[in-house]
């Protein structure tokens, strides 16, 4: 069973403050997602990536893939009150490891639980 | 607004009682998901269909099932309901049953389930 593991489980900040969340694993990923979830409703797909090392930046958020695929961080640059939510990563297995039926199913982090204070 | 609903939004219901929770994806997606979200487990896969058949179990109870229909909806059947089955139920939708890392999946806006 592939594991991620997300830090800090909590993080309060201030408005305009800059944060690094992380998303580690001991597990190789073919790919990692980051989903922000606002209370009462559903994780929304923020961004996939895919090639180890990738950066991917939407606009004040920059998301990096680590070299070795095992792990991912998510900064924020300047953050809004707008920002406040749970951040969640996924991660899919690597192609050898999909189920007989071509199957598999994303693995999530337990989320960071983001506020920023005005 | 992702695309796919999820009814009913709230369900309270006493223990040992049934309840089906039913999911519409995306128009065009064939594969259905859900997954249960609770403070402490975080969001935990259940179970996948592919176009009407199921393709991937995760940590789904014997005392839970699902089915997916000719017209793709789905919907997620929990009996003998218990006090610890008190979660929110999501559904999500995908383009693809695999073939690859971009395997983006779409959630519903969820059904909280309060067993009392």
């Known amino acids: 069973t592939q594991l991620l593991e997300q830090s800090p489980q909590f993080l309060s900040i201030q408005e305009g403050e800059n944060l690094t969340v992380y998303c580690n694993s001991s597990?190789?990923?073919?790919?990692l997602q980051w989903y922000r979830q606002e209370p009462g409703e559903g994780p929304v797909l923020l961004v996939t990536?895919?090639?180890?090392?990738e950066v991917k930046k939407l606009k004040r958020l920059t998301f990096q893939f680590g070299d070795a695929r095992k792990d991912s961080s998510l900064h924020i640059t300047a953050a809004q009150p707008g920002d406040t939510g749970l951040y969640l990563c996924?991660?899919?297995?690597?192609?050898?490891?999909?189920?007989?039926?071509?199957?598999?199913?994303?693995?999530f982090g337990k989320g960071t639980k983001l506020s920023v204070i005005p | 607004d992702s695309g796919v609903t999820q009814t009913p939004k709230h369900l309270i219901t006493a223990t040992g009682q049934r309840v089906t929770l039913r999911c519409s994806p995306r128009?065009?997606?064939?594969?259905v998901y859900w997954y249960q979200q609770s403070l402490d487990q975080g969001l935990q896969f259940l179970i996948q269909?592919?176009?009407?058949?199921?393709?991937a179990k995760g940590n789904i109870l014997e005392r839970f099932s699902a089915q997916q229909f000719p017209d793709l909806h789905s919907e997620l059947n929990l009996s003998s309901l218990e006090l610890g089955d008190s979660a929110l139920y999501f559904c999500?939708?995908?383009?693809?049953?695999?073939?690859?890392?971009?395997?983006?999946?779409?959630f519903g806006p969820g059904t909280r389930l309060t067993v009392l």
């Open positions: 999500a939708s995908s383009a693809r049953v695999s073939g690859g890392p971009y395997n983006e999946q779409f």
């Open positions: 597990s190789v990923f073919s790919s």
């Open positions: 990536v895919v090639t180890g090392g």
């Open positions: 996924a991660g899919t297995p690597p192609i050898i490891e999909y189920s007989g039926a071509g199957s598999y199913q994303l693995t």
């Open positions: 128009s065009g997606d064939l594969s």
């Open positions: 269909y592919y176009n009407g058949e199921e393709r």
